[in-house]
């Protein structure tokens, strides 16, 4: 199974890690939110999500981890699980950050699993970053194309709010199997404090073109 050797995979570089590295952490997250976005498109029905996940972390740069939600797709399906590792750091003034990511769902009636590539660059409060689909099963796409572009920034304002503004551009083959257009823009912006966080999101999508709101509420815990 892809997702049982992909796991094995982390769990592997996760061992040599910790052996090697000086430094490590290990941190947890729990998160409540009245609905799930995935590139501006609801995961959970236009439903409520709760979610969780585990990151460990060194001073190498490397990092690895999981997360869980619940999901609606309309079928069987009830829950997504990823799997991701990557290595990030600075040079200069420039971040960066590369990596892949498994999206898994376990309990699918069909092999509806993919993978993507990603990096990352930032520079004071704005971030770029290239999402590419490497592997799918056969259940998830035919086509085993799709590229998804974003930017996204981040402000401090009032009280110490944050305010985050974001771009994205789904394109590829995939797209056009899974939504009938050959690409869409998602956007939006979102208030956050102490954990909470207010959202609105939107698509260009025929279909899905709806302006959204969400309010979520997340903890971080060290472990």
Same mark, same amino acid.
């Given at each position: ?14 061992? /040599? ?60 399906? !009830? ?42 660059? %930032? ?28 930017? =996204? ?5 009032? =009280?110490?709010?944050? /305010? ?15 939504? %009938?257009?050959? =690409? ?5 912006? !979102? ?30 815990? !060290?472990?």
């Amino acid at each position: 199974m892809k997702m049982k050797k992909t796991t094995s995979l982390l769990l592997g570089s996760l061992l /040599l890690a910790t052996s090697t590295a000086s430094y490590a952490e290990v941190t947890a997250n729990i998160a409540a939110s009245s609905n799930y976005f995935w590139r501006g498109i609801t995961q959970s029905a236009d439903g409520a999500a709760v979610s969780g996940g585990i990151d460990y972390g060194n001073d190498s740069g490397f990092y690895a981890g999981t997360w869980v939600s619940n999901i609606d797709f309309g079928g069987k399906e !009830s829950y997504e699980m990823d799997f991701y590792a990557g290595f990030s750091g600075s040079a200069g003034d420039i971040g960066y950050d590369v990596g892949y990511v498994y999206y898994a769902y376990p309990d699918a009636e069909g092999s509806i699993d993919f993978g993507e590539l990603y990096g990352e660059v %930032s520079y004071d409060v704005l971030s770029a970053k290239i999402s590419y689909l490497s592997n799918a099963q056969s259940g998830s796409t035919a086509e085993e194309d799709m590229l998804y572009l974003e930017l =996204n920034a981040a402000f401090s304002v009032f =009280n110490d709010t944050e /305010l985050g503004l974001h771009l994205g551009r789904s394109s590829g083959d995939t797209v056009t199997e899974w939504y %009938s257009e050959d =690409n869409y823009m998602d956007y939006g912006f !979102s208030l956050s404090k102490d954990g909470f966080t207010f959202g609105v999101i939107k698509t260009d999508l025929d279909a899905d073109d709806d302006m959204k709101a969400y309010v979520s509420y997340a903890m971080d815990f !060290s472990l």
